[in-house]
């Protein structure tokens, strides 16, 4: 694309704004529909870790503050702490699995064979979104089951 200047110098006018967009976003429902996905492996220990300890400091937050002073700041650190080591406890033996597209991200049933968000086949399952491209790399490179007979060329 020629610069600024470039552009004045050649006739060449300015896009429209908004005109040219690059982006992927339209509805993710059925988007990957007969493309394989992946299963990331989850608990649901940060999840519900966040969700105890942050109300537990914002109430605290006002219970210890200068208008209130019905706890110490000590008292309120402690509750939260504790109340986070319980729920990591608990969360680590709830399964909170996800798809692995990015613009997804939907939970996946422990029975499901495909994301009931955006369509696509589970082929597998990973620890983090970060694999998702090695693991279709992966997936990719296994030969067909019928010993590749009808293996499209890259592209
Ligand atoms: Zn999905």
Redesign the pocket.
Known sequence: MPAPRDRDRLGIPLPPQGAVRVTDDGP?EGA?RGRP?FRVRGTYALRLGRMVTIPILLAGGLAAGPLARAVTVSQVLAAAAAAAAVALLVGRAIRDDR?S?PR???RLPAEADV?P????TIAGTIDHPHDRLEALERLERRPPPDGGADRAPRG
Do not use: P, T
């Open positions: 993710v990957n996905i798809c597209e997804c991200g939907a994301c968000r955006c369509g696509g």
